[in-house]
């Protein structure tokens, strides 16, 4: 089972940016669909993007409240996921996970998550 550590969080202001980063254990990694989730205080854990697995072009999906304002994106070199997020709002403040989809027989895992507030 891959193992999962997100890095990157802070406190910014509106409108700056913050690049997450998702480092997995082993070399296992590329097989791996890819997601990052969020969690707000007293809300549902939510996908907030993915991208498919694979060495040669990636599909990606974004919620829409997101589109155009974050980037998700993969170095399977690295065994590394990324979230770029621009144009933070105050309504982006959440705990942000990053999760490996199961796979086949091979169970998916989630990382511990990295704090992201949005206040001025």
């Known amino acids: 089972q891959v193992q999962l550590v997100e890095s990157g969080g802070g406190l910014v202001q509106p409108g700056g940016s913050l690049r997450l980063s998702c480092a997995a254990s082993g070399n296992m990694f590329s097989i791996y669909d890819m997601a990052w989730y969020r969690q707000a205080p007293g809300k549902q854990r939510e996908l907030v993007a993915s991208?498919?697995?694979?060495?040669?072009?990636?599909?990606?999906y974004y919620v829409d409240s997101v589109r155009g304002r974050f980037t998700i994106s993969r170095d399977n070199a690295k065994s590394t996921l990324y979230l770029q997020m621009n144009s933070l709002k105050p309504e982006d403040t959440a705990r942000y996970y990053c999760k490996a989809e199961p796979i086949g027989l091979l169970p998916g895992s989630w990382g511990q998550g990295t704090q992201v507030t949005v206040s001025k």
């Open positions: 991208i498919t697995r694979g060495a040669n072009g990636h599909s990606t």
